[in-house]
């Protein structure tokens, strides 16, 4: 990373234009300040509109009639949808542009999901998730892509780490406004509480996606707010920066390259925690005696405030140490620990609630430190379908997470199997991090 660097900062020094001067820290702050809270507000409407089906969970099985493997299969279905169209997203995001991309996802995703007000059968409602996964395909991926146009390397992972809040933003805002309207709007037009969560969820979604098109540059050249001499700068950084030998720049080149694949299964084995915390917390809370709709929101937002927390300390502690592996190592392991203790003190409320928020802590805080890893060594083309490829197979773990927790609950009666499933994948993470990833790697 320092050699990266340094071979950055020479590369910049020789081509930045006589008396162009430029702060880089300023600069970099004035690009987070303008995109970063735009596209966690984006990632938050789509991790809600993605997981509030966890919440409807709590009374739309009843009113349909659906069994628990139903439910794991139409909310893990989602993730077949998301695997097929990842990749081609991506690379097209690369051919026509962020923005054009990005809105076309909000706004698809938004209607996707008001439809699931009208789900009546298992057929519709695998369907609808599916479709849902379609037209989200692309969103996180692209975002990622998108902030590479933007930051050098050794910036990254605190970037990433703040974008990212918005798993555990949605996390701790969606809980209490889902536990709100279930609560508020039960029979208004003749509607069920979970028919009107999917509609007045789907709905800012459509009004984001204009707000795209309106909104985002696509590179720093097309930033009317940075001067001149700002945009020059930080293009040629990254121009520098992605000439740096062993960047793979094809996307032939990240298809052969192992270290891709490695990415891509650690990713599987995260995800499994993420989709396990974003599905079940609202079931888990249920099941730990917790009554009422709006409680269990409220409450559900606890383990995804600590989770917020521990990504932006990780992502912040990663980046001034230069250090990437152990950061995701560790974080993966307790995440282990905690689905573990989770699991096992279901009977004890208290006990139970600390230790979903330290498998929330561990599970968050390994997002924006893996994805410092497969930056290191992807460029251009390279980026652009390596990172959805990764994101892509890693995602698959969505789909099966929730369906394995959903089937053994359903053979088991408990859902402490399900969770030992995914804390033995989480370890896994560990061990292929630990094992496998050079340190020159990470």
Known sequence: MTHSTSATSAALDSISPPGAAVDMEVAYKKIAWRLIPFLVFLFVLAWIDRVNVGFAKLQMLQDLQFSETIYGLGAGIFFIGYFLFEVPSNLLLEKIGARKTLARITILWGLASMAMAYVTTPATFYILRFLLGVFEAGFFPGVVLYLTYWFPAERRARVNGLFMTSFAIAGAV???????????????????????????????????????????????????????????????????????????????????????????????????????????????????????????GLISAIPFIAGTLAMIWNGIHSDKTGERRMHSAIATLIASIGLILTGLTLGNAVMALCALTLAAIGILAAFPVFWSIPAAFLAGTAAAGGIALINSIGNLAGFVAPYMIGALKTSTGSLSSGLYFVAALEFIASFLVIVFVKKTQA
């Open 174 to 296: 969606g809980g209490p406004i889902a536990g709100l309207i279930m609560s508020g709007m039960e029979g208004v037009g003749h509607l069920s509480n979970w028919q009107w969560l999917f509609i007045l969820e789907g709905i800012p979604s459509l009004i984001a996606g204009i707000f795209v098109l309106l909104h985002l540059p696509e590179k720093p050249a097309n930033a009317k707010w940075l001067s001149d001499a700002e945009k020059h700068a930080v293009t040629q950084a990254l121009v520098a920066e992605n000439i740096v030998a062993g960047k793979h720049l094809s996307f032939k080149d990240a298809c052969g390259n192992y270290r891709v694949w490695l990415c891509a299964a650690v990713y599987f084995c995260v995800v499994s925690g993420n989709a396990t915390i974003a599905f079940w917390t609202p079931s888990i809370i249920k099941e730990i005696g917790v009554k009422g709709n709006l409680q269990i």
